[in-house]
């Protein structure tokens, strides 16, 4: 048996990006921002350093530094999963969705990431791997973007070898013909085209879309037509809307009961998940076999970097979501990222862990939280 390593320290820092959208926003249907904040996880023992992040308000960083990272050093870095129910006990009062659940994902990465290192393994050597590779779809498409930066980033990814991109729809529904019609034309007819409403719509505008985008673009995902919460209106679409158009929902499901509600209620013909969000990869490692029980796929919501590796172990595994921000922000300030090869993620075999290193000059410009790394 392994000797215990116990976590020697743990810190948490936070950098604020500025997105490269028109007049320096994007848009999606409903919501508008100007800026992405990583909030990053630090934890070290037996001389070597694990990272892990998640994406959402610099509130994160402050809610881990004041709960979790006391109470966390000193617990042996070879049993994340331990590490994990500690933190979700402690976060019982303070609020477990949300903000809680990011922090506690950001802890859970750093921490089975340390281990992987510690053992000198890939992250997704570590795992229960089923894949040794993720299907990728190009995101982005944001709803402020003019015609031509659309087709010029949708095309794009096609150029790259994705087979699959997805635009935002649903801000401005008068203007979503012309951009979808655009869309298709600048991707062609061999690439699956997805559409995401962001929970725009209401049901009856919903189903009347549904049987737009799959009549007359071809479109084959439509992710969140309704809110999340309104699971009645997600199984109504699902169940009404034409055949050959998955309805997608979960990335904003924060514990096993968000998810289990989604898949409940019928409400999805795909479920996805965000383990930047969901409790982490022990968080995901819970909830991947609730969609297989149901004979159902999962999708993994953004994140690269870390889901490349944590969706290797999902069974019943059907793509990640390669998003544009995310990715911009991944390549700004680690480096060892993966970039796709013909449509997919494969984790590399070389380097343990995630296989990241800051680059902590190019960060520092960005720090909202934390102090200077040493």
């Known amino acids: 048996m392994t000797e215990p390593q116990p976590i020697e320290d743990l810190q948490v820092h936070a950098f604020r990006l500025p997105t490269d959208g028109p007049d320096g926003a994007e848009e999606d249907g409903t919501l508008r921002w100007e800026a992405t904040t ?53 976060i019982r009062n303070a609020g477990r969705p949300g903000v809680g659940a990011m922090a506690v994902s950001a802890v859970d990465i750093a921490l089975w990431d340390l281990k992987a290192r510690l053992l000198g393994l890939p992250l997704a050597a570590l795992l229960p791997s089923f894949h040794r590779e993720v299907p990728v779809y190009g995101s982005g498409g944001f709803t402020n973007y003019p015609l031509g ?59 009347y879309w549904a049987q737009r985008l799959a009549g007359e673009w071809g479109v084959t995902w439509f992710e969140e037509p309704v809110s999340s919460d309104d699971t009645a209106g997600l199984r109504l679409v699902r169940e009404r809307g034409p055949g050959g158009l998955d309805v997608a929902a979960g990335e904003y499901g924060f514990v096993p009961r968000d998810f289990t509600d989604l898949l409940d209620a019928g409400a999805v013909d795909c479920l996805q998940a965000d383990v930047t969000r969901c409790g982490g990869i022990t968080g995901l490692l819970q909830i991947a076999p609730l969609a297989a029980a ?25 793509h990640l979501e390669y998003f544009h921000d ?6 700004a300030l680690f480096d060892g990222v993966l970039r796709p090869v013909a449509g997919v993620l494969r984790p590399s075999g070389e380097r343990p862990g995630l296989g990241l290193s800051v680059k902590w000059p190019e960060a520092e410009a960005y720090r909202v939280h934390g102090r200077p790394f040493s």
């Open 326 to 331: 995310h990715v911009r922000i991944e390549e």
């Open 38 to 90: 990583i909030v990053l996880v630090l934890a070290r023992a037996g001389g070597v350093t694990g990272l892990g992040y998640t994406y959402g308000d610099v509130s994160v960083a402050a809610f881990a530094e004041s709960l979790l990272l006391p109470a966390l050093r000193g617990a042996d870095a070879l049993e994340p999963a331990a590490a994990w129910r500690t933190a979700r006990g402690l």
């Open 149 to 207: 930066r659309l087709a010029a980033q949708l095309a794009g990814w096609v150029e790259q070898g994705i087979p699959r991109v997805k635009l935002k729809i649903s801000r401005h529904p008068a203007q979503d013909a012309a951009r979808l019609t655009e869309a298709r034309r600048a991707v062609g007819e061999r690439t699956e085209l997805y559409a995401d409403a962001n929970g725009a719509l209401g049901r009856k505008e919903a189903l």
């Open 294 to 318: 149901r004979h159902l796929e999962l999708s993994a919501h953004c994140a690269p970097a870390v889901s490349a590796h944590a969706f290797c172990a999902v069974p019943a595994l059907r």
